[in-house]
């Protein structure tokens, strides 16, 4: 991963005017409810979201499972903005996992979730790419962020399990619905924005996505080409080659605003 640029931190403060003014609220169906300052929800909301991710959204960056276990460390801010409008449940496979007992099923980790986000994920197995192809076709909603240059800094080094990935790995699946993203390593080194349905998209050096396979499902290009909806089966994916709003708070709009209602966008 390299560091902001000069360049981008201060564009990720001038572009804070705009982004206010422009972002959307999440969708009327999403329920709000007030959270303590240890990101608690008094009421949680009924809507599930499952979560997979590399970057430290659900659990502090650098946790051990220690202090996993005990609830140590501060939850990370884009967890007590998700919270307020979704059950999270984090995610570690998405294939189904084999019972303990012969007598007893395995454990499908995607059953009875309609709504997952997969932000800048760790390489997916072969039956992951499988479990989540058949789950979308099946009526899943998605949102799968990619994103090929991370922007943030994470105080971990390089090969430290724990750190986010820094270039995302494209899962098979990708190609499967007829899309890749791609890379220019010469543009400019700022933040801007692209329109995303109704929201503001912050962007900082994002991907190119493409559709290489008309056939393949029922896709358009959103956000200038940094973001693809596709129709799959019975399901939709929205795929965004750019992690920037999910990375820095400046970017998430009040309470994160922004972030939740792209994600409402893409799930609803």
Not at 61 to 71: E, K, V, Y
Not at 92 to 101: E, G, H, K, Y
Not at 210 to 227: E, H, R
């Given at each position: 991963m390299s560091p902001l640029s000069n360049s981008i931190r201060a564009a990720l403060s001038a572009v804070l005017l705009g982004l206010s003014a422009c972002s959307a609220s999440p969708a009327a169906t999403d329920t709000e409810t007030g959270t303590s300052t240890s990101a608690e929800v008094v009421d949680p909301p009924a809507i599930r979201m499952g979560l997979m991710s590399s970057l430290p959204l659900y659990w502090p960056?650098?946790?051990?499972?220690?202090?996993?276990?005990?609830?140590q460390g501060q939850v990370p801010w884009q967890r007590t903005a998700l919270a307020r409008s979704y059950a999270l449940e984090p995610l570690?496979?998405?294939?189904?996992?084999?019972?303990?007992?012969a007598d007893q099923p395995d454990l499908d980790p995607l059953s009875g979730l309609r709504r997952i986000a997969i932000i800048q994920p760790r390489g997916l197995s072969a039956s992951d790419n499988v479990a989540l192809d058949r789950w979308v076709r099946a009526g899943g909603r998605l949102l799968l962020v990619l994103d090929p240059a991370l922007t943030g800094e994470y105080d971990l080094p390089l090969g430290d399990p724990r750190?986010?990935?820094d270039t995302a790995l494209i899962p098979p699946v990708v190609a499967r619905w007829g899309l890749a993203v791609s890379f220019d390593e010469d543009q400019a080194g700022s933040v801007t924005t692209a329109r995303l349905g109704e929201t503001a998209l912050p962007l900082a050096l994002s991907g190119a996505v493409?559709?290489?396979?008309?056939?393949?499902?029922?896709?358009?290009?959103?956000?200038?080409?940094?973001?693809a909806r596709c129709r799959v089966g019975k399901g939709e994916v929205t795929l965004i080659a750019d992690a920037a709003l999910f990375e820095h708070q400046e970017l998430a709009g009040e309470g994160g605003a922004t972030m939740r209602a792209v994600i409402a966008g893409a799930l609803q």
């Open positions: 960056l650098g946790a051990d499972l220690a202090a996993i276990a005990q609830g570690d496979t998405l294939s189904p996992i084999p019972a303990l007992a750190r986010p990935v493409a559709i290489t396979d008309p056939k393949a499902a029922d896709c358009t290009l959103l956000a200038n080409g940094a973001a």
